[in-house]
C-alpha cells in the first residue's frame, strides 16, 4: 500500500497489470480486464460484444438492478425470463421459451453465490448461436464441475464491492473472457476508446481500477478459496439444522454447483416479514435480497411486464430472507441464528 503511495501511479499500473494476470488464471480464463465496479464490468462487457440497437437478449428479473441497466444502456432489449425456484437463477425452460429470432445473446446471473445451471444455459445459447454474458459479481470463486464460474461465457463480470467474495476497500470489477479480441476493446473501451494516447477509436468511458485496490485485492484473491470453505461449512450447519423444517426452507443446490455462499438464502412461504422481526428480536440482521423484482420496477415499465408475468420470481421476492453468513463466524453466532430460526412459528391465519 505504501509502495503504492510512495510510486506516484494511482490508476492501471503495475499492481493492476499483476492483479489482472492473477485473477484470470484464478478464474480459468486468458484475460482479465480491471474496471471502475461490477456495473461498469457488465456495460464495457456488452459494450465489447457490440449488440445491434433493439436486439433481444434474457435475463433474471430476480437480482440486483445492475445486468439488466447495463443492457438498456448499450441499446439492447431487456427480455426477463422466469426464474427456477431450486435455486432463483434463470430457468433454462423460461430461457429457452424466451428466445425469439431477435434474440442474441443471454445473461445469466449466479445469485447468492452459487451457479446457475449454466450448461443447459449455455447448450441453449450453442443450439441457437447466442451469446453468453455470465454475471458473476455474487460468485466469484464458485465452480461448476470444478470449473470456475465466470469462465463458461464469451464473458464474465466480477465485483469487487466490499461485500462481494473478493471485496475491495472501495469499488471495482473486471471483465473475464477467453477472447483476446473482447479483451482489447474492453481496454480500449475502460479508457474512452482510445487505442493509444489520444487516438480514439469508438466512444467509451473511464472506469479502471485503481493501484491500491489492485493491490489490495492481489493478496486477497489468494484467500477467498479458504473463506469460501468456510462460509460453506456454516451453510452446511444452517442446512442440517433447518432439514425437515416445515416454515423455513434453505434454497436447494445443483448437483454439479458448488456455492461460495456470498449469501445464505431461505425461503419463508408463510410469514418471511414475521421472521425477520423475530430474529430482530434476538439482535440477528436479516435482508430482503430482492424485495421487488426487476420486471415490475417502475424503471421498466415501459416493456410492458405485470404482476402474475414472472410468478417465480414474484414468489421468490415475497418469501426470500438472507441470514448472516459470514468466514470465521464464531460457533456462538451460529448456534444463536439457528436458535432464533427454530424457535420460530409462522403465524396462524384469521386471528
Ligand atoms: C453487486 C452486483 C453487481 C454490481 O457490482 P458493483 O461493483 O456494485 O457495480 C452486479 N450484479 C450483481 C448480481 C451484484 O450482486
Given at each position: 500500500?505504501?509502495?503504492v503511495?510512495?510510486?506516484?501511479?494511482y490508476?492501471?499500473g503495475?499492481?493492476?497489470?499483476?492483479?489482472?494476470?492473477?485473477l484470470?488464471?484464478?478464474?480459468?480464463?486468458?484475460?482479465?480486464?480491471?474496471?471502475?465496479?461490477?456495473?461498469d464490468?457488465?456495460?464495457?462487457?456488452?459494450?465489447?460484444?457490440?449488440?445491434?440497437?433493439?436486439?433481444?437478449?434474457?435475463t433474471?428479473?430476480?437480482?440486483?438492478?445492475?445486468?439488466?441497466?447495463?443492457?438498456?444502456?448499450?441499446?439492447?432489449?431487456?427480455?426477463?425470463?422466469?426464474?427456477?425456484?431450486?435455486?432463483f437463477?434463470?430457468?433454462?425452460d423460461?430461457?429457452?421459451a424466451a428466445?425469439?429470432?431477435?434474440?442474441?445473446g443471454?445473461?445469466?446471473?449466479?445469485?447468492?453465490?452459487?451457479?446457475?445451471?449454466?450448461?443447459?444455459?449455455l447448450?441453449?445459447?450453442?443450439?441457437?448461436?447466442?451469446?453468453?454474458?455470465?454475471?458473476?459479481?455474487?460468485?466469484?470463486?464458485?465452480?461448476?464441475?470444478?470449473?470456475r464460474?465466470?469462465?463458461?461465457?464469451?464473458?464474465?463480470?466480477?465485483?469487487?464491492f466490499?461485500?462481494?467474495?473478493?471485496?475491495?476497500?472501495?469499488?471495482?470489477?473486471?471483465?473475464?473472457t477467453?477472447?483476446?479480441?473482447?479483451?482489447?476493446?474492453?481496454?480500449?473501451?475502460?479508457?474512452?476508446?482510445?487505442r493509444?494516447?489520444y487516438?480514439?477509436?469508438?466512444?467509451?468511458t473511464?472506469?479502471?481500477?485503481?493501484?491500491?485496490?489492485?493491490?489490495?485485492?492481489?493478496?486477497k484473491l489468494?484467500?477467498?478459496?479458504?473463506?469460501?470453505i468456510?462460509?460453506?461449512?456454516i451453510?452446511?450447519?444452517?442446512?442440517?439444522?433447518?432439514?425437515?423444517?416445515?416454515?423455513?426452507?434453505?434454497?436447494?443446490?445443483?448437483?454439479?454447483?458448488?456455492s461460495v455462499?456470498?449469501?445464505?438464502?431461505?425461503s419463508?412461504?408463510?410469514?418471511?416479514?414475521?421472521?425477520?422481526?423475530?430474529?430482530?428480536?434476538?439482535?440477528?440482521?436479516?435482508?430482503?435480497?430482492?424485495?421487488?423484482?426487476?420486471?415490475?420496477?417502475?424503471?421498466?415499465?415501459?416493456?410492458?411486464y405485470?404482476?402474475?408475468?414472472?410468478?417465480?420470481?414474484?414468489?421468490?421476492?415475497?418469501t426470500t430472507?438472507?441470514?448472516?453468513?459470514?468466514?470465521?463466524?464464531?460457533?456462538q453466532?451460529?448456534n444463536?441464528?439457528?436458535?432464533?430460526?427454530l424457535t420460530?412459528?409462522?403465524?396462524?391465519?384469521g386471528?
Open positions: 500500500m505504501l509502495a503511495a510512495r510510486s506516484g501511479r490508476i492501471l503495475p499492481n493492476v497489470d499483476h492483479f489482472e494476470l492473477d484470470a488464471r484464478f478464474v480459468g480464463v486468458s484475460h482479465s480486464v480491471g474496471v471502475g465496479s461490477g456495473t464490468a457488465l456495460y464495457l462487457a456488452l459494450a465489447g460484444i457490440q449488440l445491434e440497437h433493439g436486439s433481444e437478449v434474457v433474471s428479473p430476480f437480482t440486483f438492478i445492475a445486468a439488466a441497466e447495463a443492457l438498456h444502456r448499450v441499446g439492447a432489449r431487456v427480455v426477463f425470463a422466469d426464474i427456477d425456484l431450486l435455486d437463477s434463470l430457468s433454462v423460461a430461457t429457452d428466445v425469439t429470432a431477435r434474440t442474441v443471454i445473461l445469466p446471473v449466479h445469485l447468492f453465490g452459487s451457479p446457475c445451471d449454466i450448461q443447459n444455459i447448450a441453449i445459447a450453442e443450439s441457437r448461436d447466442l451469446f453468453v454474458l455470465e454475471d458473476a459479481a455474487q460468485a466469484l470463486g464458485a465452480r461448476w464441475n470444478g470449473k464460474i465466470g469462465s463458461f461465457g464469451v464473458a464474465g463480470a466480477a465485483s469487487f466490499p461485500s462481494k467474495p473478493l471485496g475491495g476497500m472501495g469499488d471495482g470489477g473486471a471483465v473475464l477467453n477472447s483476446s479480441e473482447l479483451a482489447k476493446r474492453v481496454r480500449s473501451l475502460r479508457v474512452h476508446g482510445a493509444s494516447m487516438v480514439y477509436d469508438r466512444f467509451g473511464n472506469s479502471r481500477l485503481d493501484e491500491l485496490q489492485a493491490a489490495l485485492l492481489q493478496v489468494p484467500q477467498i478459496d479458504k473463506y469460501a468456510s462460509r460453506r461449512r451453510a452446511a450447519i444452517f442446512g442440517n439444522a433447518l432439514a425437515g423444517n416445515e416454515w423455513i426452507r434453505p434454497l436447494g443446490g445443483r448437483p454439479y454447483g458448488e455462499y456470498s449469501a445464505y438464502t431461505v419463508v412461504p408463510r410469514g418471511r416479514d414475521e421472521l425477520a422481526n423475530h430474529l430482530r428480536a434476538r439482535r440477528i440482521s436479516t435482508a430482503v435480497y430482492y424485495p421487488k423484482p426487476l420486471h415490475l420496477q417502475p424503471v421498466f415499465a415501459s416493456l410492458g405485470r404482476v402474475g408475468s414472472l410468478p417465480n420470481a414474484e414468489r421468490a421476492s415475497a430472507l438472507s441470514i448472516p453468513i459470514f468466514a470465521g463466524m464464531p460457533d453466532w451460529i444463536r441464528v439457528i436458535e432464533g430460526l420460530w412459528r409462522p403465524p396462524t391465519r386471528g
